[in-house]
């Protein structure tokens, strides 16, 4: 993985940030649903924040996944080609035939 996904795969393993995320969410909930039904606009915000914060780890775990893709296609880059390296074994070939 790339480094900065390094980074961001170690904050997102860390359990005191696991624990932030699951109290601010738990907090947005309780916000929400303390809200009355005639506060249509606050319970939208309630909603917003929560699509904030679900967007955030989202584009944090997506930024891993970025990391993850990244190495698999250098690594692709390096392998040969499903049949193999043509050139190679044409210079082999001639080499053991001539």
């Known amino acids: 993985m790339t480094a900065k996904s ?3 795969k170690k904050l997102l393993d860390d359990g005191d940030l696991q624990e932030a995320f699951r109290q601010v969410e738990d907090a ?7 809200t009355p039904p005639t506060q249509l606009e606050d319970q ?4 917003r924040r929560l699509f904030t914060l679900k967007s955030v780890k989202e584009n944090l775990y997506r930024a ?9 296609r250098a690594l692709e880059k390096e392998r040969p080609g499903f049949l193999g390296d ?6 082999n070939r001639q080499r053991n035939s001539g």
């Not at 939208?44 to 909603?47: D, K, V």
């Open 44 to 47: 939208r915000e309630w909603h």
């Open 28 to 34: 947005i909930h309780r916000g929400w649903a303390g």
């Open 6 to 8: 390094d980074r961001i």
């Open 64 to 72: 891993i996944e970025d990391g993850k893709l990244e190495d698999f």
């Open 86 to 91: 043509i050139q190679t074994w044409r210079k």
